[in-house]
């Protein structure tokens, strides 16, 4: 079990670009690509990618979800 995506936790930060390309990718590849944790949560597994399974549209379509079912503090929001 991963982690929530709708606390105020960003592991990767919360740019539209990173989140894609995490759900895309997953979090073994996004490191690959250069990407480093900027932050921790207490269940630590490595998000799967779906890009195999999801196409971009549906990826982005996603993350309009997650985002419109936001809960954490406003002021870290960035979208």
């Given at each position: 079990?991963?982690?929530?995506?709708?606390n105020?936790?960003?592991?990767?930060g919360?740019?539209?670009?990173t989140?894609?390309?995490?759900?895309?990718?997953?979090?073994v590849?996004l490191?690959?690509k250069?990407?480093?944790?900027i932050?921790?949560?207490?269940?630590?597994a490595?998000?799967?990618?779906?890009?195999?399974i999801?196409?971009?549209?549906?990826?982005w379509?996603?993350?309009?979800?997650?985002?419109?079912?936001?809960?954490?503090?406003?002021?870290?929001r960035?979208?």
């Amino acid at each position: 079990m991963c982690p929530p995506v709708i606390n105020d936790t960003w592991v990767y930060g919360s740019e539209d670009k990173t989140l894609f390309e995490l759900v895309k990718y997953g979090s073994v590849e996004l490191q690959k690509k250069g990407y480093t944790r900027i932050g921790r949560e207490n269940v630590v597994a490595p998000m799967p990618p779906f890009g195999s399974i999801l196409t971009d549209d549906e990826i982005w379509k996603v993350l309009a979800y997650v985002r419109s079912i936001y809960r954490g503090d406003p002021k870290l929001r960035n979208w």
